[in-house]
T-cell receptor, first 106, second 115 residues
């Protein structure tokens, strides 16, 4: 099955900093999503991005499907951005990477 | 975005009993739903893919007789943990694809504790 690698596994930043999270995947996929899991376990849809670039406020994402990677950019981090960010390529199944645990310090 | 509702949000049951978890797509029809489990500080592990009107497809290592999945309608899938044991304690979460298999939406999750 498809393999998903996310980096870095952990990231601690000061409020206001920018960050880039990376997702590499081993096979071609029909779609790819980024999620933020909040402290209560809820998965928040951030982006549905099988290819190209999208922006939503302080967040943006880019997927280069031909090179099998996706990037999530977070600018001007806030403490509410803390949590785990998952990349999930999908097709017939949706497989999750191990996530990047982000901690934003006030 | 679309809404997926999962119930109950948390449940405590005695060892040996069965627990049913419901996953409903509230504002769209879902031909495909997925069930995941997540242990503390770990990723979501896919347990099974549920297709409306047919048998679920289980991932390797998941006991189909222990985790019964029923997807009887286009808006409801259920996961029943049979003869639960303490090691089944986990966070269970469902998701649903809108038709066209594009974007998936997730329920709130169910925290199961078996005592």
């Amino acid at each position: 099955g498809i393999q998903v690698e996310q980096s870095p596994p952990d990231l601690i930043l000061q409020e206001g900093a920018n960050s880039t999270l990376r997702c590499n995947f081993s096979d071609s996929v029909n779609n790819l999503q980024w999620f933020h899991q909040n402290p209560w376990g809820q998965l928040i849809n951030l982006f549905y991005i099988p290819s190209g670039t999208k922006q939503n406020g302080r967040l943006s994402a880019t997927t280069v499907a031909t090179e099998r990677y996706s990037l999530l950019y977070i600018s001007s981090s806030q403490t509410t951005d803390s949590g785990v960010y998952f990349c999930a390529p999908g097709g017939d199944k949706i497989i999750f990477g191990k996530g990047t645990r982000l901690h934003i310090l006030p | 975005g679309a809404v997926v509702s999962q119930h109950p949000s948390r449940v405590i049951c005695k060892s040996g009993t069965s627990v049913k978890i419901e996953c409903r797509s509230l504002d769209f029809q879902a031909t495909t739903m997925f069930w995941y489990r997540q242990f503390p500080k770990q990723s979501l592990m896919l347990m099974a893919t549920s297709n409306e009107g047919s048998k679920a497809t289980y991932e390797q290592g998941v006991e189909k007789d222990k985790f019964l999945i029923n997807h009887a309608s286009l808006t409801l899938s259920t996961l029943t943990v049979t003869s639960a044991h303490p090691e089944d304690s986990s966070f269970y979460i469902c998701s649903a694809y809108k038709t066209g298999r594009t974007e998936a939406f997730f329920g709130q999750g169910t925290r199961l504790t078996v005592v």
